[in-house]
């Protein structure tokens, strides 16, 4: 039997004078973690700053674990974790002191000491705010929004500006929450992040969802999988794709680099090789890879995910 929706938006508008945010917006998230995609300005921090309560909708409804996060933010508040970019720590604090109060206001927080260490703030504790790097503002953020053992968590770009190694312990560290029973909803600019940590994945553009579904289901969705390889700018892709077997496409995603879609299997692979060979271009690089939540993203908006 499935679980009960830990959130679910039935035709949520929001408008700021006369621009709509969100526009007759539906999204159900299940327990475990669901990545929130979108081009900038596709309403998708407005969608969860309402979940989160900080903004009342103009029409629709929210309901976060059965909720509204607005009439019942004080039964809702204990029970979610949420992480802003902007941090929401007074800048004149100390990381550890900020840290601890956070634990003190839950009942059954997690090990400060521990979660400090698990996330590298251990030689910053008693530093300011102010006075943290970009990523170790990031992280203790982080660790704000989960030391009290939510139920739901809000992570919004939990893992941006951080280097290789805190990110993968960022990772690892949202994973055991999900062990754990704790479901996250997650935005994030990173298309590695999703398809690594999302068991259901929403991409939102001009205020609606316009896909949903686990990263498997949406990639599915598009070529079952491509051929890739690089050679000279400028090819003649008109003459590769009469070339080619009906139904596949090509594209120059950037000079030089090629992406074949279609049913790729050893005749088309044949056809490709064939048709560099008589025109005199060498191939290198060739790859035959499954559709990237990257390609669904940029084929369902048109657009480049930008931090």
């Not at 312990?169 to 999900?178: A, I, K």
């Not at 000079?255 to 005749?267: A, F, H, L, S």
Request: with cysteine; aromatic share 4%; glycine share 12%.
């Amino acid at each position: 039997m499935r679980s009960e929706p830990v959130l679910r938006i039935e035709r949520l508008v929001k408008r700021y004078g006369d621009k709509t945010a969100v526009d007759g917006l539906d999204l159900t998230a299940q327990p475990g973690i669901t990545a929130v995609l979108g081009p900038n300005g596709a309403g998708k921090t407005t969608t969860v700053e309402t979940c989160e309560g900080y903004r009342r909708p103009d029409s629709g409804t929210v309901r976060v674990l059965g909720l509204d996060p607005v009439a019942d933010s004080a039964r809702l508040r204990p029970r979610i974790g949420v992480m802003l970019q902007s941090g929401g720590v007074y800048s004149g604090a100390r990381a550890d002191e900020m840290l601890r109060h956070m634990a003190k206001l839950h009942a059954h927080p997690l090990d400060v000491d521990a979660l400090i260490e698990r996330l590298g703030l251990g030689g910053c504790g008693r530093t300011t705010y102010r006075r943290l790097s970009g990523g170790q503002q990031q992280r203790l953020a982080l660790a704000m929004a989960v030391v009290g053992r939510p139920e739901l968590v809000f992570l919004d770009e939990p893992t941006a500006g951080l280097d290789p190694q805190a990110r993968r312990s960022t990772w690892d560290l949202v994973r055991e929450l999900r062990s754990d029973g704790v479901s996250i909803v997650l935005t994030t600019h990173f298309m590695d992040e999703a398809e690594e940590l999302a068991d259901d994945v929403a991409v939102i553009d001009a205020g609606r969802v316009i896909a949903q579904g686990s990263p498997e289901e949406l990639c599915r969705g598009g070529a079952e999988n491509t051929l890739r390889f690089t050679g000279r700018p400028g090819l003649d892709l008109g003459s590769l794709l009469k070339a080619l077997p009906d139904g596949a496409g090509t594209a120059e995603i950037t000079p030089g680099t090629y992406r074949i879609t279609g049913d790729v299997g050893p005749e088309l692979l044949a056809t490709v090789t064939s048709w560099c060979a008589q025109h005199g271009v060498m191939p290198s690089g060739i790859s035959v890879e499954r559709h990237t939540l990257e390609d669904v993203f940029l084929e369902l908006t048109g657009k480049e995910l930008r931090a």
